[in-house]
């Protein structure tokens, strides 16, 4: 009889769709010292991959792990769509009065979990799709100090990791800790990074847009001009045009 974990695999290589797959394996930049480089993909939609997780969302940490081990590009996003399942469902019971010391004590294993397999999150898309639902969400109303120590780290991921799990504080209008690890992060070399700060910045910026021009005017001479592109793409045409003519 077959495990959930030998279903599951055979299900996501039974849905691969190899023209799909090229496209992806250049997308994501799998080639010879790009960021990507040995990620292989087997071609399946996000939306899938979404309701495979969601079916198998009892899966224990064990064949997570496994799945997060994978070579396999979709194994892994799928072991990270499971943790939100998981993480999600023990949030309910939480807000529903059942089992809350349980619960509490499994989101903290769960995030253990997520931290302890950063080096398996692994491209910019496995980042964006797991760690503002997980990490930022854990941390809305505890200590933010192990994202400052992300922004440190060498890995890009890790520091990618650091900015946009604030989106959950910017939902929520908490938006010191995006300015502050922007901050900190304006002087990384990755465009993939002055994406990510400048995405960060402009989702701030739809909250309180006097903050992000206050932001945008002290750190001007020092901003990478793709990050200042993304920060200010909500803003007028003629501001815009002026502030990029600076740069």
Not at 157 to 162: D, E, H, L, N, Q
Request: glycine share 4%.
């Amino acid at each position: 009889m077959k495990s959930d974990l030998e279903i599951l695999e055979q299900r996501l290589l039974k849905t691969k769709d190899s023209a799909r797959a090229k496209i992806l394996s250049h997308f994501f930049k799998t080639g010879v010292g790009e960021y990507g480089e040995g990620d292989i993909f087997l071609g399946i939609v996000v939306g899938k991959s979404r309701s495979i997780a969601k079916e198998f969302s009892i899966l224990p940490l064990t064949d997570v792990q496994k799945l997060l081990n994978s070579p396999w590009h979709e194994f892994r996003l799928v072991a990270l769509l499971i943790l939100i399942e998981k993480y999600n469902e023990l949030n309910k019971n939480i807000k529903t009065g059942k089992r809350v010391i349980v619960n509490k004590k499994l989101i903290d294993q769960l995030i253990k979990f997520y931290l302890n397999n950063l080096k398996n999150i692994n491209n910019w898309d496995l980042v964006d799709l797991s760690c503002s639902y997980l990490l930022g969400s854990y941390l809305f109303n505890k200590d933010r100090k192990v994202l400052y120590k992300l922004a440190q780290a060498k890995s890009m991921w890790s520091r990618r990791i650091a900015i946009v799990s604030t989106y959950y504080f910017i939902k929520n209008n908490d938006l010191d800790d995006t300015f502050k690890l922007a901050e900190i992060l304006l002087n990384n070399r990755e465009d993939l990074m002055h994406k990510a700060v400048g995405w960060m910045l402009r989702e701030a910026g739809k909250r309180d847009k006097t903050r992000l021009e206050k932001f945008i005017n002290k750190y001007i001479k020092i901003i990478p001009r793709t990050t200042l592109r993304y920060a200010i793409e909500k803003f007028p045409e003629d501001q815009r045009q002026k502030l990029l003519k600076i740069k």
